[in-house]
């Protein structure tokens, strides 16, 4: 008897104590609540290199028992529109901004200090938006050659093709590269190189001209200096400090390669424009977002490391390293101000580089993030204004995709990449600042 | 025309709310296009204090911004896009205007009585397949072809001569002003032929049968009496379906390669025209280049109203020409 | 030329070299003329094969009433949006267009009936990229990027076409029958609505037709005002995605299976127009495509 009651003065504790448990940890809220029956829009549009990520990250939240759905008088209703950076960052300051239409831009490139003055100006102030990584990738440098060849090349080498001081496939810069079978089929080649960029301001020419910029053997970042204008026709009359720059590579350097006698880079719309082209066109070299590198005229470069030397394709695998080693030179201890501003990708200050050419073996040197431009301080009081749950929909997905990862693939390929889990926390923090109506939505 | 009315009571109870009624359907239209317009160029003034007109409309290239203090530099020039959207309409009608016309003669003149009408349907049902799907066929499909054929052909036999009919066999372009004149050319066929249909059917019998009579081919016909009677309609009918590619937005857009800085030096490298601009930077655009943009607007509104205001002329020249011969 | 056998006369019916090349100049021009009319359907021809090549494969019924965040996707949203933004802006112009029809038909005087043709030929000649570029200056604002801003612009281009149609067959209806009806003693308005229009009502239905036809294929003026969206729910005041809006998107994508989802788009919005174009030619008589 006295076992028995011993027994069910344990079990009734231990509920007791499981629930309280349990009500602890609802209380601490490790993932954003939204409102039971919750309902309507939750749109957002801008660059296009991680569309195809996030069009996977909709699906599958959507395909799930999360509150999303296909029908918003029932469900919230996620829609991301791929346009491109320079469309996400205006839309974000413009006319509907905060409205339910409008609620997030993506872009992957940095805020010019002109705009973010603007979009101070805008909003109210720079504390009424935030700028989070939500996803990184890799830059596949695409080459059609006859035969497909895997064509291994080096950032001093592409700097040199985009300035147009390299302008045949059979320049030795090139040729000294290869394999000897490639190094003889190139070397025979008569073909200049058909080059291929983008046509407006892309977050993609962002993070490719960042590696440029700073890879190895570059003279003056490859031409993105502060003291660069389009006139320039020789690198090494430049003087100023490295400045990355989102514009269009064609207009940035016609003169250069009129002076070197080459021709004009074929400016192209859309990661898609660049691919098809380089698709369609024999001898030509452009760069694109790793999900959009797949053609089958089409080939993936091997671009050199920083670290070993090696020669290394585009693979999540080979941007995690690079990102991991961005993370590392961030949070390591002792890190001095510069260092971090240099390497944080939360709210990245003007003089934040995106993580190429990082030192790591395996380190994929023409990696980037992508930014998610988020709202502060939403307001019921604006024009076709989110609800509350909405906005929790959005934090919800937010925090839901940084837990999902890069799981875009194409066909068994994975193209994007999850964040290091130092800056999952620091996206978090910034997500958690997100108010509707003055009031904290995760709490 | 004003009917002889009798205003007793039972007639004014309802004649009145109705003219009403039915002035207001012209003035709402009337107003919606003097909105149009009205919006379009109040857009366009933010232009002027930093870029006359005439750079506007005449120069290249495409920069324009504001830094903080306020000043705006515009250097925004309309030319290469205005002469894209005249010179692919140019290419468009030049291949439309024939086919179209003589498929209109056949449909009216030559095809059997059965054969004629569904050819008609078929012939004009290329108009309702919307842009966008020809757009995207062209892109795909036709381009690749036309490059690989007739632009190859054309530039190398003919292309040393003229420079504007060259290219560079190494980098045959993707996209090219001379394939979006032949998408529009595609486009408007069918509406050159429906209005040319109408035209020749409205040349009076009387004159066929007179010709017939003294023994004229049937080609001869055509040539000494249809084809100079129905001439200003047919110009008429033209000129319409040039309207029409000159405001052609999406499926010139895909295919013609958005070279917006430059005319292109050839008609096989790319170029832009000024409704595939709007459409593709609209969404990028600054306050200060919205206002370029509208100012692109406002151009392309003026050549078609110039247009419009030509074909009336003509249809109406043509109809009393034709009540003359009856 | 066998009166020559019958009747002997001065006159030779022979044929000279002159008829023989008159004759072979005539059949080689009829043989132009004939290609030419094949050159009109032969696009037609191409694109059909095409899109039913491409477009047909992933085409079923889940395709057409599947949302696109659904399993396999779909384009009911697409496919709401056109039609309900086309409906609205059909409502809206058709009464514009009939009203301004009649006006200029029956009460305007010559010079203001020449003066409307003229209007009407400018109005169907504005780019649909300025319809467009208005709403999104003017409306936009105001409603944001909504179903609303794209019936607006959809609006401001149909009006033109029943506008056009219906002022063409009023003025075809006999006057006869007006004087025949207002001899009677009816009234000016009743006759026009009750005799004329009545007459003319086929014409006026192609006007409409046709003005819905002109709605659903249209892509620039949507892209600048009612955008997209993935919600099935048909809400105006929020983005709408339209299926012209969806293949032009769809195309430039780099998932081959969303490319492939633009073909079967086009392929049914092809098919939508074709009907429509289809119902146009068997209720007309005597009407001009516009």
Aim: proline fraction near 4%.
């Amino acid at each position: 008897m006295k076992t028995a009651l011993r027994l069910v003065v344990g079990a009734l504790a231990l509920a007791v104590l499981s629930t309280g448990m349990a009500s602890v940890s609802d209380a601490s809220a490790t993932t954003p609540v939204i409102t039971t029956g919750s309902k309507g829009i939750v749109q957002g549009g801008g660059a296009s290199f991680p569309n195809d990520q996030y069009q996977k990250w909709i699906t599958d939240i959507s395909a799930g028992n999360f509150g999303f759905g296909s029908d918003s008088t029932s469900k919230l209703v996620l829609t991301y529109t791929k346009s491109s950076s320079g469309t996400g960052k205006s839309n974000f300051k413009g006319g509907t901004a905060r409205s339910a239409s409008q609620m997030f831009s993506g872009t992957d490139s940095l805020v010019s200090a002109s705009d973010t003055t603007a979009t101070n100006t805008a909003l109210g102030g720079r504390d009424k938006w935030t700028q989070i990584p939500m996803t990184a990738g890799p830059i596949a440098v695409i080459t059609n050659l006859p035969g497909n060849p895997q064509v291994k090349l080096d950032g001093a080498t592409l700097c040199k093709i985009y300035t147009g001081q390299i302008k045949k496939w059979s320049d030795p810069l090139i040729t000294n590269q290869q394999t000897s079978s490639i190094k003889k089929s190139l070397a025979a080649l008569t073909q200049d190189i058909v080059v291929v960029a983008r046509d407006a301001t892309s977050g993609t020419t962002f993070i490719f001209v960042s590696f440029l910029a700073t890879a190895a053997g570059v003279t003056n970042n490859c031409g993105y200096t502060s003291d660069w204008t389009n006139s320039v026709t020789n690198l090494s009359s430049l003087s100023g400090t490295l400045l990355p720059a989102d514009a269009i590579m064609g207009t940035r350097f016609a003169a250069m390669r009129t002076a070197n006698g080459a021709a004009a880079i074929a400016g192209k719309t859309g990661n898609d424009g660049v691919r098809d082209y380089v698709n369609a066109t024999s001898y030509s070299l452009g760069y694109v977002e790793m999900a959009y590198s797949f053609a089958s005229n089409v080939r993936q470069a091997a671009i050199k490391n920083a670290a070993g030397g090696a020669y290394l394709l585009p693979t999540q695998s080979g941007a995690n390293a690079a990102i991991a080693a961005q993370n590392t030179k961030a949070t390591a201890d002792g890190a001095t101000a510069a260092v971090i501003a240099a390497n944080n990708p939360v709210n990245p200050s003007a003089d934040y580089v995106q993580p190429v050419n990082q030192l790591g073996a395996t380190a994929y040197p023409i990696v980037g993030y992508s930014w998610v431009l988020l709202y502060t301080n939403f307001e019921s009081s604006v024009t076709n204004a989110p609800t509350k749950g909405q906005v929790e929909g959005l934090i919800y997905f937010l925090n839901w995709s940084l837990a999902k990862g890069g799981v875009y693939t194409s066909g068994t390929t994975k193209c994007y990449s999850p964040l290091p889990t130092s800056v999952k926390t620091l996206v978090i923090a910034e997500l958690k600042k997100v108010k509707f109506d003055g009031v904290t939505v995760w709490r | 025309m004003t009917g002889n009315v009798k205003f007793n009571r039972s007639t004014l109870s309802g004649e009145l709310p109705f003219r009403l009624i039915t002035i207001a359907g012209v003035c709402i239209a009337v107003g919606l296009v003097v909105a149009l317009v009205g919006v379009i160029f109040e857009r366009s003034l933010i232009l002027w204090p930093a870029e006359d007109l005439w750079t506007f409309l005449t120069s290249s290239g495409w920069f324009g911004k504001v830094d903080e203090s306020g000043a705006v530099t515009a250097a925004f020039g309309a030319w290469p896009m205005i002469w894209g959207t005249i010179v692919t309409s140019i290419i468009g009608i030049a291949v439309a205007a024939p086919v179209g016309i003589f498929a209109a003669i056949y449909l009216v003149e030559l095809a059997p009585r059965r054969l004629a009408a569904p050819l008609t349907f078929l012939v004009e049902v290329v108009a309702a397949i919307p842009s966008v799907v020809v757009g995207l066929w062209a892109l795909g499909e036709l381009s690749p072809r036309l490059r690989d054929s007739v632009e190859w052909w054309v530039a190398s036999s003919i292309g040393h001569l003229i420079p504007w009919l060259s290219e560079d066999p190494a980098q045959p372009s993707d996209t090219s002003v001379f394939r979006a004149g032949i998408v529009l050319a595609i486009m408007i066929t069918p509406m050159v032929a429906a209005v040319s249909r109408e035209v020749i059917r409205s040349v009076p019998q009387s004159l066929r049968e007179g010709l017939v009579g003294m023994g004229a081919t049937k080609w001869e016909t055509i040539r000494l009496v249809i084809l100079p009677t129905a001439r200003v309609g047919l110009f008429g009918a033209a000129l319409l379906a040039f309207g029409r590619a000159v405001g052609e937005t999406i499926a010139v857009r895909l295919v013609i390669g958005m070279n917006i800085t430059q005319v292109p030096p050839t008609l096989f490298q790319p170029g832009s025209s000024i409704a595939a601009q709007i459409a593709g930077a609209y969404g990028e655009a600054s306050t200060i280049e919205k206002g370029a943009l509208a100012g692109l607007g406002l151009s392309l509104f003026l050549i078609t109203l110039c247009i419009s205001l030509l074909v009336r002329t003509l249809m109406w020249r043509s109809a009393d020409k034709m009540r003359a011969k009856a | 030329m066998s009166r020559a056998e019958k009747t002997p006369t001065l006159i030779d019916f022979s044929l000279t070299a002159h008829d023989i090349r008159r004759r072979r100049v005539n059949q080689i021009m009829l043989g132009v003329i004939q290609t030419m009319a094949i050159l009109a359907v032969v696009p037609l021809v191409a694109i059909f094969i095409v899109i039913l090549s491409k477009g047909l494969p992933s085409l079923s019924v889940s395709y057409l009433l599947n949302a696109p965040l659904a399993e396999p996707r779909g384009i009911i949203n697409a496919i709401q949006g056109s039609l309900v933004m086309t409906g609205i802006a059909i409502v809206a112009s058709a009464p514009i267009g009939i009203a301004g029809g009649i006006y200029l038909n029956e009460y305007a005087s010559e010079r203001v009936s020449r003066l409307g043709e003229l209007f009407i030929d400018i109005m169907l000649g504005i780019p649909s990229i300025l319809a467009g570029l208005f709403v999104y200056f003017a409306i936009v604002p105001l409603l944001g990027h909504s179903g609303w801003a794209g019936s607006v612009a959809l609006t401001v281009l149909m009006i033109p076409v029943v506008m056009r149609t219906t002022q063409e067959v009023i003025r075809l209806v006999p006057a006869g029958l007006r004087e025949a009806s207002l001899a009677l003693g009816v009234p000016q308005w009743k006759t026009t609505v009750f005799v004329t229009c009545r007459t003319a009502l086929s014409g006026i239905l192609t006007g409409i037709v046709l003005a819905i036809s002109r709605g659903l294929g249209e892509t620039a003026p949507l892209l600048l005002t009612s955008q997209s969206s993935n919600d099935t729910a048909i809400n105006l005041g929020q983005p709408m995605s339209a299926m012209t809006v969806v293949i032009y998107q769809n195309a430039t994508s780099s998932d081959p299976q969303i490319v492939a989802s633009a073909w079967t788009t086009a392929l049914v919005l092809f098919v939508l127009a074709f009907i429509l174009n289809v119902l146009v030619r068997f209720r007309t008589v005597n009407n001009r495509v516009v």
